[in-house]
């Protein structure tokens, strides 16, 4: 349903109702068109098409009812931040900045300006006290203690202004929620949310972790109405489809739910034998009919090529995940047009039920209008899952307001000029706040009407609520009363449509919703938005928001890491570096952007510098020229401030030392091996435009505690340990070869060479060993794979489960 008219003078109160009819009236008919439209629909093989059946069965998609979970009780005191904490504005705030205890905060910043002020005097040192013996050691050691000061420094600087917010959820609930002039029902008022799930591989992301992820949706303390959910399954797998379809059948029933679910479980991982068996079959009659019938054979291939375009194979190169995110955009404009988008993956899942209207608060407040998503807390560092995005940001418009930053440091700062250069259609009543410069519709966004329809009306229900004139671009309320209309068939129809990949050729991609070209989209949508101007809030709650898996055996934790990495060159090398920002970027901002682009480069002399030890062993020379008082003095004080540094660390984020420790030692690792990987390959895509694929991350599907950590041991061997093992390996050499000229030195010089000998090979045996037994473990590709490209290709339209949650809300 599209929304009652929007008005744009917030103080006029609620008039919104009146042009409903003639909306949803303009929008049927617009469906029409498109739909005689629709290429889709015209099979020219006459093959079995999914869309016509679709629209000519009039199916309706899974539909599912949603177990209503009240946990309130836990917000009541919420975490320590009271109601009068929010009472000193003249407005009633939804969200607050908390300032950190400068208990915490004055110290770290304090031991972090003494850190900097003793490295300047160290490195000071360090050049001009050159070591005359062996000048290729001193000179290296000195460029690489450079760049870790300087790489450091682009670390630390964005971590000196840390923000905590908190949320007012009564308050949320007393302006959208309940009775008042504006709402004499009492009906919703909130904005609606689609929620993406996004998955690929059912061999690496066992479907019963995606299902899960589905049901854990259910629990969202949110309207139901107003919620909507997509999954894309991007590899267009018959085994995802049913376990979905399963998911959904089981989420109807929320009786019996405990005995349900185990027997769900059985049928889910009981899905991969019924599908082999079925696949047997049906690839046996497929070799059967071809034989009979040589002539369709050419018709046969034109037709498999046609498909192989749209189809999605694990690892095949093509736009990852931004691609998914992208096809969900456009089908959801269709579905449901929610102004806020929560995309989750596949193994991530809701762990509190406030978690979406926790995003609303800072999206509804004031100022939230130039908020382009919120990112809820994600331990692993990454960005681009679990984060609410309001849908108007990312296709690339700039907010209706933002700040210009000048000077060295960007301290300086102005509001910035509008960007209007275009004027705006003529006929609508719906205007975006702000055009883009190049704003091109249709083919910006692709054919479909519908997209250019709903712009304005995404932009629109995802304002501010305006209850006070202080609120900037607010919209009034009870504008967003009337809940959407069930979908059917014609929608469905057009939906499936708009996710084909025709729409690659138009701006998607480019300059609208997820970003291609990295394997990190997350990084470069992101800077995207901020570098016109948006801002983002990072959203802690009391209880995690979210919950998923990150992979714990050190090597898919490299493969992750290198695939960070990767992106982060790319990055780097892309026109989205962050050296041509623009002056709307603050200058944290960019320095933390930087950082993300620079880090893998470090991997370079970090390797140097890793094998000055063994090189200083070999050549029986130092750094520096002799080891005096003042290098030992620098050293011991720097140690000092390194360990008070990450004292008030280890406390501030509440981990564990050893959880530290082991922190650390992988940075070592990773920035030996997979950064050093990302960087060459990098350098390969610059010069010679070879890429690599999205590998993606495996899931371990365990169910209790023993399963889930049942790989944490488990090393398989991967050319990532190279190089790390080859530092190691010449280390010991040279620490071998060093004690042995100790020995020697007090025994006659024949034996040296033939002990030396000895040595190395005795270490050469114990490494060879250790190598192999890596090698042991090695996994193989999986049959699996090879065994499900022909269903994979039969069934790729099916790519869209799309379902609502009918069940209203009896009680709240
Ligand atoms: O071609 C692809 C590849 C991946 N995915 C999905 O993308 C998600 C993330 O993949 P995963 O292998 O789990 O990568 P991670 O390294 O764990 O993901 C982190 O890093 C990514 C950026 O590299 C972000 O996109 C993710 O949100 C973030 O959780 C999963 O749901 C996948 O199903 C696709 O839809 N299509
Ligand atoms: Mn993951």
């Given amino acids: 349903m599209m929304p009652p008219t929007p008005d744009n003078q917030p103080s006029m109160g609620s008039q919104g109702d009146g042009n409903d009819g003639s909306k949803a009236d303009k929008r049927v008919s617009v469906m029409k068109s498109v739909n005689n439209k629709s290429m889709l629909l015209r099979t020219q093989t006459g093959d079995f098409d999914h869309n016509r059946w679709l629209f000519e069965l009039k199916a309706k998609y899974g539909i599912g009812s949603a177990f209503w979970q009240d946990d309130d009780d836990q917000y009541g005191t919420n975490g320590g931040v009271t109601m009068s904490d929010f009472m000193d504005k003249p407005w009633k705030p939804l969200t607050r900045k908390t300032p950190i205890k400068s208990s915490i905060l004055s110290p770290y910043r304090f031991l972090i300006l003494v850190r900097l002020v003793i490295m300047f005097f160290f490195l000071g040192w360090r050049w ?26 682009l670390d630390n600087l964005p971590k000196l202004k840390p923000i905590n917010r908190s949320t007012h959820l009564v308050t949320l609930h007393e302006k959208f929620e309940q009775v008042s002039p504006s709402n004499p029902t009492g009906q919703s008022d909130l904005s609606g949310v689609d929620l993406f799930v996004s998955t690929v591989d059912p061999d690496k992301e066992p ?24 999954i894309s399954d991007y590899g267009g797998v018959i085994l995802t489809f049913e376990a979905m379809a399963e998911a959904i059948r089981f989420a109807k029933d ?3 739910i405990k005995r349900e679910y185990d027997e769900f479980k059985v049928r889910i991982n009981g899905l991969p034998e019924t599908i082999l068996k079925r696949c047997d079959i049906h690839n046996k009659r497929e070799i059967v009919k071809e034989k009979a019938l040589p002539k369709r054979r050419t018709a046969g291939r034109c037709h498999w090529i046609f498909k192989s375009i749209r189809e999605k194979r694990p690892g095949f190169d093509h736009n990852k995940k931004a691609e998914a995110m992208n096809g969900m955009v456009r089908a959801s404009i269709i579905l449901s047009n929610g102004p806020f988008i929560l995309n989750l993956d596949c193994d991530h899942y809701f762990y509190n039920s406030m978690a979406i209207k926790e995003g609303i608060c800072f999206m509804m407040d004031r100022g939230g209008d130039r908020i382009c998503y919120i990112q809820f807390q994600q331990l692993v560092g990454v960005i681009g899952t679990r984060c609410m995005f309001r849908r108007y940001a990312p296709y690339g418009f700039h907010p209706s307001r933002a700040n210009e930053y000048t000077g060295v440091f960007g301290q300086n700062n102005s509001p910035a000029d509008n960007i209007q250069t275009k004027p705006a259609p003529v006929d609508d009543e719906f205007q975006p706040l702000n055009v883009h410069p190049d704003l091109d519709v249709p083919k910006r966004f692709g054919e479909s009407m519908l997209f250019t329809e709903s712009i304005p009306v995404a932009e629109y229900q995802g304002r501010p609520l305006a209850d006070h004139i202080s609120v900037k671009n607010g919209r009034p309320p009870g504008a967003l009363l009337t809940p959407r209309q069930p ?4 929608t469905v ?20 919703g997820w970003i291609y070209g990295s394997v990190t989209e997350d990084v470069v949508t992101g800077y995207r938005m901020h570098n016109g101007g948006w801002r983002s809030v990072y ?3 009391k209880r995690d928001a979210f919950r998923g898996t990150a992979p714990i055996n050190l090597t898919d934790r490299l493969h992750q890491v290198l695939r960070w990495a ?5 990055f780097f090398f892309s026109r989205n570096n962050p050296l041509f920002a623009t002056r709307r970027l603050k200058f944290l901002q960019r320095i933390a952007y930087l950082n993300v682009g620079f880090y893998p480069f470090t991997s370079i002399l970090l390797v140097i510098y890793c094998f000055l030890p063994a090189l200083s062993l070999f050549s029986d020379q130092f750094i520096v020229q002799g080891l005096n008082i003042a290098f030992l003095m620098y050293l011991l004080v720097i140690t000092l401030n390194f360990c008070c540094i990450s004292i008030l660390e280890v406390r501030w984020s509440g981990i564990s030392l050893e959880e530290f420790w082991r922190n650390k030692q992988f940075w070592v690792i990773g920035g030996s091996s997979a950064h050093l990987v990302a960087v060459l390959q990098g350098l390969l895509k610059v010069f010679t435009g070879i890429e690599i694929s999205f590998t993606l991350t495996s899931k371990s599907a365990g169910e209790d505690e023993d399963d889930v950590y049942a790989e944490l041991y488990l090393v398989k061997w991967t050319s990532l340990f190279i190089v790390p093992l080859t530092i190691i390996i010449v280390t010991l050499l040279a620490i071998v070869i060093g004690v042995s000229r100790t020995i020697y030195s007090v025994i006659p010089q024949w034996t040296q060479l033939f002990g030396d000998l000895f040595f190395a090979f ?21 049959e699996y794979n090879r065994k499900y490209t022909h269903e994979r290709m039969t069934c790729y339209s099916s790519q869209l489960v799309h379902y609502i949650y009918k069940r209203r809300l009896s009680s709240h």
Avoid: Q
Wanted: glycine content about 6%; overall charge neutral; aromatic content about 14%.
């Fill in 487 to 490: 979908l059917d068939a014609p």
């Fill in 539 to 541: 959203c802690v709650t």
């Fill in 207 to 230: 479907p019963l972790v995606t299902a899960n992820t589905i049901l854990s949706i259910m629990v969202a303390n949110y309207p139901v109405e107003k919620l909507s959910a997509s």
């Fill in 493 to 512: 129809t057009e939906a499936v449509a708009v996710i084909s990949c025709w729409y690659e050729n138009t701006d998607w991609g480019g300059k609208i």
């Fill in 128 to 153: 001009r006290n050159l070591n005359p013996d062996a000048m290729w050691l001193w000179g290296i050691s000195c460029v690489c203690e450079s760049w870790f000061a300087f790489s450091w420094l």
């Fill in 566 to 570: 990767t992106g982060s060159v790319d």
């Fill in 254 to 256: 929320r009786r019996w």
């Fill in 762 to 782: 005795w270490v050469l045996c114990h490494m060879y060993r250790f190598v192999k037994g890596l090698m042991g473990r090695r996994v193989l590709g999986s």
